[in-house]
């Protein structure tokens, strides 16, 4: 599976950004789909996860209410619609892949497949 994750951008604070994140390879029904974002000197932290299906959603407590993930399985892609965003949700944003199960959503080394990153930047 092939991830290439695309809607980055430079944005001010309380603006917003959609990101893409498009598989090639194999269908992505088969799998739960993430997000992940790392900022400079940080850890990479977990953002929103979806089921295989999409019936299920999770989601840290610093994006809560703002940002929504969905998934169009019939267009193999995932998407983080990001609303009222902050300086400190500036990072590289990676799209995931894997047979996850839902004790380990939020564990990025339970994914498999990574895309290659695009970078949200947030003025204040």
């Known amino acids: 599976v092939q991830l290439q994750a695309s809607g980055g951008g430079l944005v001010q604070a309380g603006g917003s950004l959609r990101l893409s994140c498009a598989a090639s390879?194999?269908?992505?029904?088969?799998?739960?789909m993430a997000w992940f974002r790392q900022a400079p000197g940080k850890e990479r932290e977990f953002v929103a996860a979806?089921?295989?299906?999409?019936?299920?959603?999770y989601y840290a407590d610093s994006v809560k209410g703002r940002f929504t993930i969905s998934r169009d399985n019939a267009k193999n892609t995932v998407y983080l619609q990001m609303n009222s965003l902050k300086p400190e949700d500036t990072a590289i944003y990676y799209c995931?892949?894997?047979?996850?199960?839902?004790?380990?959503?939020?564990?990025?080394?339970?994914?498999?497949?990574w895309g290659q990153g695009t970078q949200v930047t947030v003025s204040s």
């Open positions: 995931a892949a894997g047979p996850v199960i839902t004790g380990r959503i939020r564990n990025p080394s339970a994914y498999n497949y």
């Open positions: 390879g194999r269908t992505l029904s088969c799998y739960a």
């Open positions: 979806i089921s295989r299906s999409g019936s299920s959603t």
